[in-house]
């Protein structure tokens, strides 16, 4: 069994930028466990644990994805939910292309099993996950709230598998699909 999720990539510019921005959330009480910055992508959907011998499916279904490369930005870091935050992230604004991505990505992987998404798609970018959450984390989010952090073009997506491992994930590419 593969651990599995279909992302694109953001540029290294974006990535350096969101770095910086998890420094000065560094500053927060709330006990945060942030991503590795040059791990940082969004995910289009996470397929779960996937049998090893589907992979050449799942790669072939995500090959017939035909879309348009579009910008993409970092937009307002904040978080999942504010009265229970679980999640912090960068909303990535593309006017729309990432919900035409991820539409692509549901029709061609359902047909396989993989099940469709129940809650709408907001891309964005995870830049940690809340272990316990602090009032000040609010304020460095507000410290953050005229910041930009970069843009790129999405031109592909990629197949990545997961292995969770006590210093955090380590992903491979399993395969690139570039439009």
């Given at each position: 069994m593969?651990?599995?999720?279909?992302?694109?990539e953001?540029?290294?510019?974006?990535?350096?930028?969101?770095?910086?921005?998890?420094?000065?959330?560094?500053k927060?009480?709330?006990?945060?466990?942030?991503?590795?910055?040059?791990?940082?992508?969004?995910?289009?959907?996470?397929?779960?644990?996937?049998?090893?011998?589907?992979?050449?499916?799942?790669?072939?279904?995500?090959?017939?994805i035909?879309?348009?490369?579009?910008?993409?930005?970092?937009?307002?870091?904040?978080?999942?939910?504010?009265?229970?935050?679980?999640?912090?992230?960068?909303?990535?604004?593309?006017?729309?292309?990432?919900?035409?991505?991820?539409?692509?990505?549901?029709?061609?992987?359902?047909?396989?099993?993989?099940?469709?998404?129940?809650?709408?798609?907001?891309?964005?970018?995870?830049?940690?996950?809340?272990k316990?959450?602090?009032?000040?984390?609010?304020?460095?989010?507000?410290?953050?709230?005229?910041?930009?952090?970069?843009?790129?073009?999405?031109?592909?997506?990629?197949?990545?598998?997961?292995?969770?491992?006590?210093?955090?994930?380590?992903?491979?590419?399993?395969?690139?699909?570039?439009?």
């Amino acid at each position: 069994m593969v651990r599995a999720f279909v992302a694109c990539e953001l540029s290294l510019e974006m990535k350096q930028q969101l770095a910086a921005a998890q420094i000065e959330l560094k500053k927060s009480a709330a006990r945060l466990t942030f991503v590795d910055p040059t791990l940082i992508h969004i995910t289009v959907k996470f397929l779960g644990e996937v049998d090893e011998k589907k992979i050449p499916q799942v790669i072939a279904a995500l090959e017939s994805i035909r879309v348009q490369p579009f910008p993409a930005r970092g937009g307002r870091i904040t978080v999942n939910n504010p009265s229970r935050p679980h999640t912090v992230w960068c909303a990535i604004e593309d006017a729309g292309k990432g919900q035409e991505v991820f539409s692509a990505v549901e029709t061609v992987l359902s047909p396989l099993g993989f099940p469709r998404e129940t809650r709408s798609f907001k891309p964005h970018a995870t830049l940690a996950r809340v272990k316990e959450a602090d009032s000040s984390l609010f304020k460095y989010l507000d410290n953050l709230k005229s910041a930009t952090f970069g843009s790129c073009l999405i031109s592909g997506l990629k197949l990545k598998k997961s292995t969770l491992t006590p210093k955090g994930p380590v992903y491979e590419d399993l395969c690139e699909v570039l439009w």
